[in-house]
């Protein structure tokens, strides 16, 4: 079955605890995305890669590092997590095809930062 | 830039009528596509329908369907024959082509029996 698999779910830590969020995707998809999403904002990009060693920040990337080292896997790493990081957090990858559009979800992960 | 803009934060409509979400969004881009995905209480992002900019006429997936007026740059999503199931949170986006998605900033809707 074609999906993004991020883990985990649901997540509680403290403030300054370093945490990674995985994700990988099984269908060869080039581009790979971090969202957040926050009430009434909608789904802001964190960061994004085009294809592997090959990362550029989204709208909101203070606070979060990422890595692509291998296609299918596109980690998100807080290194000093703060409460304003609690938020719901999604994967999503995409084909860099022209022509094609849309992208495939993981999950989430509600992450809150206490 | 892109920009999505969803100007209902809530809707409601009765169970078997037909509800009309609203979007707008801007681009300098020829080339995109929109999208209209559902997002229900558990979470999980899902498309709904899908809409090439280059093309004419109007997605349709059996009870859902769009009215994409390009030169207005509107994307609605019209939902008839309303179901229990279709209550969730649906967010507009667009992306270019081989790049990002941008979202709108979601429409609750409420679906009354």
């Known amino acids: 079955e074609a999906q993004v698999t991020q883990n985990p779910r649901y997540l509680i830590t403290v403030t300054g605890k370093k945490l990674t969020v995985t994700c990988s995707q099984n269908?060869?998809?080039?581009?790979m995305s971090w969202y957040r999403q926050d009430p009434g904002l909608g789904l802001r990009q964190i960061y994004y890669s085009m294809n592997v060693e090959v990362t550029d920040k989204g709208d909101v990337p203070e606070g979060y590092k990422v890595s692509r080292k291998e296609k299918r896997n596109f980690p998100l790493i807080l290194e000093s997590p703060s409460p304003n990081q609690t938020s719901l957090y999604f994967c999503?990858?995409?084909?860099?095809?022209?022509?094609?559009?849309?992208?495939?979800f993981g999950s989430g992960t509600r992450l809150t930062v206490v | 830039a892109q920009t999505v803009t969803q100007s209902q934060p809530e809707m409601s409509v009765q169970e078997a009528e037909t509800v009309t979400l609203s979007c707008t969004y801007d681009?300098?881009?020829?080339?995109?596509?929109l999208f209209w995905y559902k997002q229900p209480p558990s979470r999980q992002m899902i498309l709904v329908i899908r809409?090439?900019?280059?093309?004419?006429q109007n997605a349709t997936e059996n009870r859902f369907s769009v009215n994409f007026q390009k030169a207005a740059k509107s994307f609605s999503l019209k939902i008839s024959d309303s179901q229990l199931g279709d209550a969730a949170m649906y967010f507009c986006a667009s992306q270019v082509s081989g790049s990002r998605l941008t979202f709108g900033e979601g429409t609750q809707l409420t679906v009354n029996p």
């Open positions: 269908m060869n998809h080039e581009y």
């Open positions: 809409q090439e900019a280059y093309k004419q």
């Open positions: 999503a990858s995409s084909p860099y095809v022209r022509g094609q559009g849309g992208y495939t």
């Open positions: 681009t300098s881009e020829s080339d995109y596509y």
